[in-house]
């Protein structure tokens, strides 16, 4: 237990994670105090069912004790894993009638908030605003007095609902509060890390992106040393977004790409939110092939991926079902529940309607182009958004242009320009070229035709082609080094000397570093720094290494459905409609999920379950190792988190053009 506790104190998360299950085997149990402690272990180490596991486990354990409040608030951590990563509200409405159960109404305990405060996200996350409003003052009144983490949370959530309300003003400055109380340190590192990114989806949600920008960045150097679990993931997704609206697809698309690697092991339904994003990705970078593959591939885990599949149909010249799945998104959206992404409302219609004005003047449907682009406008207006604001000019000029009034629009078109231009959004900016290029067409204004639609061919070229910052290629290298040197490596690139200590992780990345672009199972690294690399290569050749969901598994997933099931119900006997259609996709989600493990016959699929400690083990090894050297070097730390692709299989990834600068 003390190895493991040191473990965990160094980061090694893995190692702790191992740790703790030796003593759990060697004591035939743990007590309150260590599986708590071996929860939050679990959830670093990347095993987020384990996690929930033992909070389970917790609760019945302090239940059977008469300790209330403590079996309350282990109740109430399964609820809040359950909401942050799987997004399964009926479970999660559960899981909080249990804690319920458990607490005093006449106290106030670290419990009362955090119950409070993951009551306001499922409220919110159902719809239900005017709870959640409730819940939120709730969370900041407990919390305030007993847990800061659940008081920022409430603070957060409280921020979204004000913005929905329509008083942008108030709910910026309260996201500023939110976030000053992340930065300050006084809360844990999964509590920080979910405000964190709460307070940037709420901005991006809202378009804006210069706060956006700037909160990531903030998120960015908290989480290269303090993130855990699925934050690493969640910060990448941001930055990708960034980059996208920056115009550096091709750092967003690897940004994203690591993304989904590091989220696999946490998200279920909500993997769709980075996959939707990297079809977006693609799409710019005239990709609609690989763009469709990674929007249907979040329409499979039931994730909305609108308005990105239209467009990818409206591209690809498909314009019906362009316009027919469109309307259908507008008139029908997916009842969803979504962290990531606003409530249904103006802000979570704005991207639709702006693609329904694109694809219905594709079709030559006017009117509905015209209602699409004046509500959007009603909704730049409502959310003082500049960014909608200028999709909303550039749809007005595309309806008046449809409309033949080419003159008002050429006006329309130079004023998004500059807007777009301004808010450092080349795609944007290279998109409202062609249009106004298009006007003067008509208006016959050839040369100032000509200018525009080469200014943004130009740019869109630069977009869909440039490589990542990282891949720029360079000149002749100075005589560079990664070598081992006793007890310690010697790392000099680009004139830049920095002398790490020995470790696994060192190892790890020398075997990446000599090889770009090949990619290595992590069976095989960890098979070169075993004591017995022979057994260990033995069992990363094995065939057959257990089955997809073991046995424990796949009784999570059965209380699960079981937990849907008596939510089924009670919609039913409430006459809750919205409630009992978001319940039974969440069903037919874990049924999918449970078929896809579950063979012919109920026979398992098998799959990697040694690949997966191993994973696990040599991530958090990598990642170690890349923030020794960030204290020294910190660019040189920044390029290989980029270029250092980890999973199940792990590589190198820098620009395939460019020799390795790494004389291994």
């Given at each position: 237990?003390?190895?493991?506790?040191?473990?965990?104190?160094?980061?090694?998360?893995?190692?702790?994670?191992?740790?703790?299950?030796?003593?759990?085997?060697?004591?035939?149990?743990?007590?309150?105090?260590?599986?708590?402690?071996?929860?939050?272990?679990?959830?670093?180490?990347?095993?987020?069912?384990?996690?929930?596991?033992?909070?389970?486990?917790?609760?019945?354990?302090?239940?059977?004790?008469?300790?209330?409040?403590?079996?309350?608030?282990?109740?109430?951590?399964?609820?809040?894993?359950?909401?942050?990563?799987?997004?399964?509200?009926?479970?999660?409405?559960?899981?909080?009638?249990?804690?319920?159960?458990?607490?005093?109404?006449?106290?106030?305990?670290?419990?009362?908030?955090?119950?409070?405060?993951?009551?306001?996200?499922?409220?919110?996350?159902?719809?239900?605003?005017?709870?959640?409003?409730?819940?939120?003052?709730?969370?900041?009144?407990?919390?305030s007095h007993t847990d800061p983490a659940a008081a920022a949370l409430g603070r957060?959530?409280?921020?979204?609902?004000?913005?929905?309300?329509?008083?942008?003003?108030?709910?910026?400055?309260?996201?500023?509060?939110?976030?000053t109380a992340a930065m300050s340190?006084?809360?844990?590192?999964?509590?920080?890390?979910?405000?964190?990114?709460?307070?940037?989806?709420?901005?991006?949600?809202?378009?804006?992106?210069?706060?956006?920008?700037?909160?990531?960045?903030?998120?960015?150097?908290?989480?290269?040393?303090?993130?855990?679990?699925?934050?690493?993931?969640?910060?990448?997704?941001?930055?990708?977004?960034?980059?996208?609206?920056?115009?550096?697809?091709a750092g967003a698309e690897q940004q994203v790409l690591l993304a989904c690697d590091e989220l696999r092991p946490y998200l279920r339904r909500e993997l769709g939110w980075p996959l939707t994003e990297l079809g977006r990705i693609r799409l710019r970078r005239g990709d609609p092939s690989g763009a469709e593959e990674a929007l249907l591939?979040?329409?499979?885990?039931?994730?909305?991926?609108?308005?990105?599949?239209?467009?990818?149909?409206?591209?690809?010249?498909?314009?019906?079902?362009?316009?027919?799945?469109?309307?259908?998104?507008?008139?029908?959206?997916?009842?969803?529940?979504?962290k990531e992404l606003p409530p249904t409302t103006g802000l979570r219609r704005a991207p639709l309607l702006d693609a329904q004005v694109r694809i219905a003047l594709a079709r030559g449907d006017v009117k509905t182009a015209r209602d699409a682009a004046r509500e959007l406008a009603e909704v730049a207006v409502r959310f003082e958004s500049s960014?909608?604001?200028?999709?909303?000019?550039?749809?007005?000029?595309?309806?008046?242009?449809?409309?033949?009034?080419?003159?008002?629009?050429?006006?329309?078109?130079?004023?998004?320009?500059?807007?777009?231009?301004?808010?450092?959004?080349?795609?944007?900016?290279a998109e409202c070229r062609l249009r106004l290029a298009d006007a003067h067409g008509v208006l016959g204004n050839l040369r100032a035709e000509a200018l525009e639609r080469a200014t943004a061919r130009a740019e869109l070229e630069r977009i869909a082609r440039a490589p990542a910052a990282d891949e720029q290629p360079r000149g002749t290298p100075e005589p560079n080094a990664f070598v081992r040197e006793g007890d310690y490596w010697k790392v000099v690139l680009d004139d830049r000397r920095v002398t790490v200590r020995d470790s696994k992780g060192m190892h790890h990345l020398a075997r990446l570093l000599a090889a770009p672009g090949r990619e290595f199972h992590v069976l095989d690294l960890a098979a070169a720094d075993s004591e017995d690399p022979e057994a260990a290569t033995r069992l990363s050749r094995a065939g057959d290494l257990g089955p997809l969901l073991d046995d424990r598994a796949k009784e999570m997933y059965r209380r699960r459905l079981a937990e849907i099931e008596e939510d089924i119900e009670e919609a039913r006997a409430d006459n809750d409609i919205a409630r009992r259609?978001?319940?039974?996709?969440?069903?037919?989600?874990?049924?999918?999920?449970?078929?896809?493990?579950?063979?012919?016959?109920?026979?398992d699929r098998r799959a990697g379950a040694a690949s997966e400690r191993a994973r696990a083990a040599v991530t958090q090894a990598v990642r170690k190792a890349i923030g020794r050297l960030r204290e020294a070097a910190p660019e040189l730390a920044d390029h290989l988190d980029r270029t250092i692709r980890t999973g199940t299989y792990c590589a190198y990834v820098p620009d395939p053009r460019v020799p390795s600068p790494w004389p291994l």
């Open positions: 237990m003390e190895r493991a506790r040191n473990a965990a104190a160094d980061g090694a998360w893995a190692e702790a994670y191992e740790g703790y299950l030796a003593a759990r085997g060697e004591t035939g149990g743990l007590g309150p105090a260590e599986l708590a402690e071996f929860a939050g272990v679990a959830y670093a180490a990347g095993h987020l069912d384990v996690t929930i596991e033992t909070w389970e486990r917790l609760h019945e354990q302090l239940a059977g004790l008469g300790e209330d409040d403590g079996a309350a608030g282990a109740a109430v951590r399964v609820a809040m894993h359950l909401l942050f990563d799987t997004a399964l509200m009926a479970p999660v409405r559960g899981w909080l009638r249990r804690a319920e159960r458990f607490l005093d109404p006449a106290a106030q305990t670290p419990a009362h908030a955090w119950f409070a405060a993951v009551r306001t996200y499922e409220r919110f996350l159902s719809g239900d605003l005017d709870a959640a409003r409730d819940w939120a003052e709730r969370a900041i009144g407990a919390g957060v959530a409280q921020a979204r609902l004000v913005i929905l309300d329509g008083d942008v003003e108030r709910g910026l400055e309260l996201l500023d509060d939110a976030g340190g006084d809360l844990d590192a999964l509590s920080t890390g979910v405000v964190y990114c709460e307070l940037v989806c709420a901005l991006q949600g809202l378009a804006q992106y210069d706060l956006a920008e700037q909160w990531t960045e903030a998120m960015e150097r908290w989480a290269r040393t303090n993130a855990i679990g699925s934050l690493h993931g969640r910060c990448r997704v941001h930055r990708a977004e960034i980059l996208r609206l920056r115009g550096q697809c591939a979040a329409h499979r885990l039931g994730w909305d991926p609108e308005p990105g599949l239209s467009l990818v149909r409206l591209a690809a010249g498909d314009i019906d079902t362009a316009d027919a799945s469109i309307r259908e998104a507008l008139a029908r959206p997916l009842p969803v529940p979504s960014a909608l604001a200028a999709a909303a000019v550039r749809a007005r000029g595309e309806v008046l242009l449809a409309e033949g009034d080419a003159t008002s629009a050429s006006e329309l078109f130079a004023d998004a320009v500059r807007a777009w231009s301004e808010l450092g959004a080349p795609y944007e900016t259609e978001q319940t039974k996709l969440e069903r037919e989600f874990l049924m999918g999920e449970l078929a896809r493990a579950v063979g012919l016959g109920g026979r």
